[in-house]
T-cell receptor, first 115, second 113 residues
């Protein structure tokens, strides 16, 4: 089955630690995205990547980092510089540059809690 | 500016129709989307409408688009308890050579017997 997987589903972090959230897709999509979701708010874009070895900052990139070494994978690191990291993190992918309506396919999400 | 607005809550009785409304700001948006999010899960695309259409129907779902007023609505006929979820409206903006999705805050639909 094609789709997007995220792991872990739940993640707990102590203050001052870096953590990495995994996102893998087997849809052969070029573009991948990371969003953050807070209660009562829409999704906010953290980083996106349109192609392997390239990525761009979204609206709230501070305190986060990404890499895109493989087409299938787009891990997100939440660094200790992120002041309020507790949130639900969603990864998505789509065909390149919004062809076919730019439907984005979402993973099941990772809930990060800072203790 | 980038802004998509939705009301936050909607409560309906099972079997009634639900109408979720959304306003957006960018008249150049080519596609507008409705996504559904069930508790603790990712977003699932329900339907989308191209900007040159006024209406799109897909089984129990009807999307209406008023480009003049920049207003989008999603009607769910014969609402069921399984329709209880958060519904997000989203528009596409071309930003820095990239098609960026702008999401509303989501409307939480509660279906009661």
């Amino acid at each position: 089955d094609g789709g997007i997987t995220q792991s872990p589903k739940y993640l707990f972090r102590k203050e001052g630690q870096n953590v990495t959230l995994s996102c893998e897709q087997n849809l052969n999509h070029d573009a991948m995205y990371w969003y953050r979701q807070d209660p009562g708010q829409g999704l906010r874009l953290i980083y996106y990547s349109q192609i392997v070895n390239d990525f761009q900052k979204g609206d709230i990139a501070e305190g986060y980092s990404v890499s895109r070494e493989k087409k299938e994978s787009f891990p997100l690191t939440v660094t200790s510089a992120q002041k309020n990291p507790t949130a639900f993190y969603l990864c998505a992918s789509s065909t390149y540059r919004g062809q076919a309506g730019n439907e984005q396919f979402f993973g099941p999400g990772t809930r990060l809690t800072v203790l | 500016g980038e802004d998509v607005e939705q009301s936050l809550f909607l409560s309906v009785r099972e079997g009634d129709s639900s109408v979720i409304n959304c306003t957006y700001t960018d008249s150049s948006s080519t596609y507008l989307y409705w996504y559904k999010q069930e508790p603790g899960a990712g977003l699932q695309l329900l339907t989308y409408i191209f900007s040159n259409m006024d209406m799109k129907q897909d089984q129990r779902l009807t999307v209406l688009l008023n480009k003049k007023d920049k207003h989008l609505s999603l009607r769910i006929a014969d609402t069921q308890t399984g329709d209880s979820a958060i519904y997000f409206c989203a528009e596409i903006l071309l930003s820095g050579g990239y098609n960026k999705l702008i999401f509303g805050a989501g409307t939480r639909l509660a279906v009661h017997p």
